[in-house]
């Protein structure tokens, strides 16, 4: 079983930047694959960003490619994401998951934190 709670959201303008967390419990967190995915509203869940279970393998939405990054510390039980040049579009509620076999996939995904809000102002 993982439980996850995601922390970090908040208001920033366009172009600011933040740092989401998510941070696990559970044994079997630092042999998942974890995946940053957001709702924006009216709109359905889609896919952000992934990291292996070691941290060396990482993908991205076209979206955010450039500007996101996902990082992981399995000593901390934790991963990162690092949002930089933020735009209006990113606006959602982001959510963690973990224990996935297709990263894509959502469904794919066992353990689901609450999620966090971002805004971001033009």
């Known amino acids: 079983q993982v439980q996850l709670v995601e922390s970090g959201g908040g208001l920033v303008q366009a172009g600011g930047s933040l740092r989401l967390s998510c941070a696990a419990s559970?044994?079997?967190?630092?042999?998942?694959?974890v995946g940053w995915f957001r709702q924006a509203p009216g709109k359905e869940r889609e896919f952000v960003t992934a990291?292996?279970?070691?941290?060396?393998?990482?993908n991205y939405a076209d979206s955010v490619k450039g500007r996101f990054t996902i990082s992981r510390d399995n000593a901390k039980n934790t991963v990162y994401l690092q949002m930089n040049s933020l735009k209006p579009e990113d606006t959602a509620v982001y959510y963690c998951?973990?224990?996935?076999?297709?990263?894509?996939?959502?469904?794919?995904?066992?353990?689901w934190g609450q999620g966090t809000r971002v805004t971001v102002s033009s």
């Open positions: 559970g044994r079997t967190f630092k042999t998942s694959t």
């Open positions: 998951a973990a224990g996935a076999y297709s990263i894509y996939v959502i469904h794919s995904y066992s353990y």
């Open positions: 990291i292996n279970w070691s941290g060396i393998s990482t």
